[in-house]
């Protein structure tokens, strides 16, 4: 099993900034990508970044010029810098690794969540 633990939540007025991280631990053989995805009250959950081990990295729309992801391979762990948040950012953000356990079967794990709320 796989154990992703994110931090770094909480409550900003909006234009401030927050940074979310996410630290893999447990049964990992190797990790190929992180992202971060998020859920506000009766919405789906929705993509917010992705990022490969290798750097590659992918934005939602609504975030890009605002939100930075950024991995650190030898923690495997995953960051996401918020700037200029907005009251529409306010979500449960949601931490996500792919990649293969020890056991060489998949890994496609979540963690608890983080709630972000930003108040205009």
């Known amino acids: 099993q796989v154990q992703l633990v994110e931090s770094g939540g909480g409550l900003v007025q909006a234009g401030g900034s927050l940074r979310l991280s996410c630290a893999a631990s447990?049964?990992?053989?190797?990790?190929?990508?992180m992202g971060w995805y998020r859920q506000a009250p009766r919405q789906p959950r929705e993509t917010v970044a992705t990022?490969?081990?290798?750097?590659?990295?992918n934005y939602a729309d609504y975030v890009k010029g605002r939100f930075t992801i950024s991995m650190d391979n030898v923690k495997n762990t995953v960051y996401l810098q918020m700037n200029n948040l907005k009251p529409e950012d306010t979500a449960v953000y949601y931490c996500?690794?792919?990649?293969?356990?020890?056991?060489?079967?998949?890994?496609?794990?979540w963690g608890q969540g983080t709630q972000v709320t930003v108040s205009s």
């Open positions: 996500n690794a792919q990649g293969l356990r020890r056991n060489l079967l998949r890994c496609d794990d």
């Open positions: 990022i490969t081990s290798g750097g590659s990295s």
């Open positions: 447990g049964s990992i053989f190797r990790i190929n990508g």
